[in-house]
């Protein structure tokens, strides 16, 4: 077999000397990932922000006829090409809600065991490509622990950072759903996820609250060693004002609904255009590779 020479130039010295087996593509793989981190950062010097475009808009908040029209919009955080980004709770956070410094993050939650999110994605045949991959929502815990202690559940931490690789009991959440590789992101509907007020800077235990995104979105890069993205969606108006009157019982319903309405720019109400039932949310997520037991 005649061996193209610009070939030969692109191995290691090692391989064209000894000869050496190239790296086989993933056949079907299936990988679980553990949640890393989940944060909501601050948009940066450019406008670029985490998120994604859920409306399929490009505001510039200019529209005032539509709920959805009057909220300006962001650039991706990672690919500026891409624009229409909807992050309203997002930029609430980090403009309206300063964290205090006992405040715990998502990482807290993880490290004690509180907040536990994995998926599952069977069928890979691509990591830069591939039209049919299956996505599992799921929690994982570590071996022989009490799922009611979560504390005894919490996954094994090098330093400040989540080991790879480490045995867990992956439960799931739901149904596998359909998604695609896209230039090595993986894309697609998730279904409902719950994430931690911890993200809106809640004090305390009210931390660990959950906040149902109930149409949840990932946009990620996908390698066998981690996933890093945007998770994104809604969060209804109702859960918002109920979290609201939980952390301060003092606030006035109807005001505080009507300045969560005032902000919603999702699912847009059909007999009145500038009523929206949700706030969109775009999350920082990272994830590692995880050794299921199952």
């Known amino acids: 077999m005649r061996v193209d020479a610009r070939l030969v130039m692109m191995?290691?010295?090692a391989c064209v000397v000894v000869g050496c087996a190239m790296a086989p593509a993933p056949s079907d793989l299936t990988v679980t990932f553990l949640v890393s981190d989940l944060t909501i950062p601050p948009v940066d010097d450019a406008g670029r922000f985490v998120g994604i475009d859920i409306d399929g808009l490009d505001s510039a908040g200019a529209d005032t006829s539509t709920c959805d029209g009057r909220t300006r919009d962001f650039v991706s955080l990672y690919d500026p090409s891409e624009h229409g980004i909807d992050n309203v709770v997002g930029r609430l956070v980090n403009v309206d809600l300063t964290p205090l410094g006992s405040d715990p993050s998502a990482t807290d939650l993880i490290a004690r065991g509180h907040l536990a999110i994995a998926l599952r994605v069977s069928g890979i045949d691509s990591f830069t490509g591939d039209d049919a991959v299956r996505v599992q929502l799921g929690t994982a815990h570590v071996p022989g622990?009490?799922?009611?202690?979560?504390?005894t559940c919490?996954?094994?931490?090098?330093?400040?950072?989540?080991?790879?690789?480490?045995?867990v009991v992956f439960q799931s959440v739901g149904p596998p759903v359909s998604m695609r590789i896209v230039a090595g992101r993986l894309q697609g509907e998730l279904g409902a996820v719950a994430v931690p007020a911890a993200l809106l800077h809640a004090p305390g235990e009210a931390a660990v609250l959950a906040l149902t995104i109930r149409t949840a979105r990932i946009d990620v890069v996908i390698q066998e060693d981690g996933l890093s993205g945007s998770l994104a969606g809604g969060l209804s108006v109702n859960d918002m004002l109920e979290l609201a009157l939980m952390l301060d019982p003092t606030t006035d319903p109807e005001l505080g609904r009507r300045a969560l309405e005032f902000e919603a720019d999702?699912?847009?109400?059909?007999?009145?255009?500038?009523?929206?039932?949700a706030l969109s949310v775009g999350i920082q997520l990272s994830a590692v590779p995880v050794t299921p037991t199952d």
């Open 11 to 13: 191995l290691p010295a």
């Open 145 to 151: 622990c009490d799922t009611a202690v979560p504390e």
């Open 154 to 167: 919490a996954p094994v931490f090098d330093g400040a950072t989540l080991s790879s690789g480490q045995p």
């Open 266 to 277: 999702l699912d847009r109400s059909p007999s009145d255009p500038l009523l929206c039932a």
